[in-house]
């Protein structure tokens, strides 16, 4: 397929203009641009993963807190007071991946250098550029894992819909294959959102590379057959210590991968190290509705009175990780080591 998709994320015109988001939970049928023009409908779309993947959410809450400030008109000297407020909105729509923190805090801290709307558009605009970037990085970074031939099996959806550019776990994929290389890749459909099947699936699939899906249970199977090359997966938020969360099941794959020495790798740019944490245990887990388990498709699909668990993510110790692939190149253990050394930003 040729035809591109509408951007993940884009703010249309100047100071005085928008956020257009991607419906992502109408996809792959709908395609449907959201024009979002204050706050609550950015926290709203973030709540409801029409937005969503670690540093696009980051890249959305930049540009909802400009429209928050922006809505609010403070005063010169009541503008980084507003901005705060707006910030702890925005940072309370989901609590794991550390870039939604991560960009608010760097818009303040810009603000602290000048406190004008102008300064914080222009600091949304450079989260932004910055992402896609690092997308690319990661990407140029992680291609030389992909060689001729290869299985890469992938969890949740961590490419272009979850990024500024051509994602993380799916960043390297994209560039190998557009240096020729040819290999296939399994995606796990990821429940309960079906984030693999309806999005990763979808963007492989346009781009002409070979992908299958997997139900979520099947990927040991087919690791212990020798049957996987190796897993890429992407991070919402990663310890000092290298242990980080994921998409819930992926932590299951490491064991998996552990266990049968395949290597497990996890693509992620060094905004979603969270140098505050120690460890993994640290990292605060999304729980959310059990309808998203109970029900398929607006139907129920539970008896009637049984109820779920639905926490969105697992977190995978470092032990597990043959090495992370970042912007900033291929970490590898010992990972609190191999961060102190890159540009990791401390927190
Ligand atoms: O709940 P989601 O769809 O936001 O979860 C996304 C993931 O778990 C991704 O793997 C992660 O954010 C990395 S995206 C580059």
Not at 26 to 46: N, S
Not at 171 to 183: E, L, N
Not at 265 to 277: E, G, H, I, K, N
Not at 294 to 312: E, F, Q, Y
Request: hydrophobic share 45%.
């Amino acid at each position: 397929m040729t035809d591109r998709l509408p951007d993940t994320v884009a703010w249309r015109g100047e100071l005085e203009g928008h956020l257009e988001l991607l419906d992502q939970t109408l996809l792959p049928h709908t395609v449907e641009v959201l024009q979002l023009r204050d706050v609550a409908a950015v926290i709203d779309a973030i709540r409801r993963l029409c937005v969503r993947g670690a540093p696009a959410i980051g890249v959305a809450a930049g540009y909802g807190l400009v429209l928050g400030v922006r809505e609010r008109r403070p005063l010169p000297n009541a503008l980084r007071d507003c901005a705060r407020e707006v910030a702890a909105l925005l940072l309370a729509a989901r609590p794991t991946a550390v870039n939604l923190q991560w960009a608010l805090d760097r818009c303040l801290a810009a603000l602290g250098e000048e406190p004008t709307l102008a300064r914080l558009f222009a600091e949304a605009c450079a989260i932004h550029a910055d992402e896609e970037a690092m997308s690319r990085s990661i990407g140029e970074h992680g291609k030389a894992l992909i060689r001729p031939g290869a299985t890469v099996l992938t969890h949740c959806n961590a490419g272009r819909l979850a990024t500024a550019g051509d994602g993380t776990a799916l960043a390297p994929m994209f560039a190998a294959w557009r240096d020729g290389v040819r290999f296939r890749v399994f995606a796990d459909e990821t429940r309960p959102l079906l984030q693999g099947a309806r999005l990763t699936a979808l963007e492989l699939h346009r781009e002409g590379i070979p992908v299958q899906l997997l139900a979520d249970g099947a990927g040991a199977g087919l690791i212990a057959r020798g049957e996987v090359s190796l897993v890429i997966v992407g991070a919402d938020r990663i310890a000092r210590n290298g242990d980080f969360a994921n998409k819930v099941g992926t932590y299951p794959l490491a064991l998996a991968c552990a266990a049968h020495r395949v290597p497990f790798y996890c693509a992620a740019p060094v905004s979603t190290f969270d140098m505050s944490l120690a460890n993994g245990r640290l990292i605060p887990i999304e729980e959310r509705d059990a309808t998203e388990l109970t029900t398929l498709a607006g139907r129920r699909i539970a008896p009637a009175g049984v109820g779920a668990r639905n926490p969105a993510f697992d977190v995978t110790p470092h032990g597990l990780v043959t090495g992370f692939v970042t912007d900033v190149g291929v970490l590898q253990p010992p990972f609190d080591a191999a961060v102190k050394r890159s540009r990791v930003p401390g927190r």
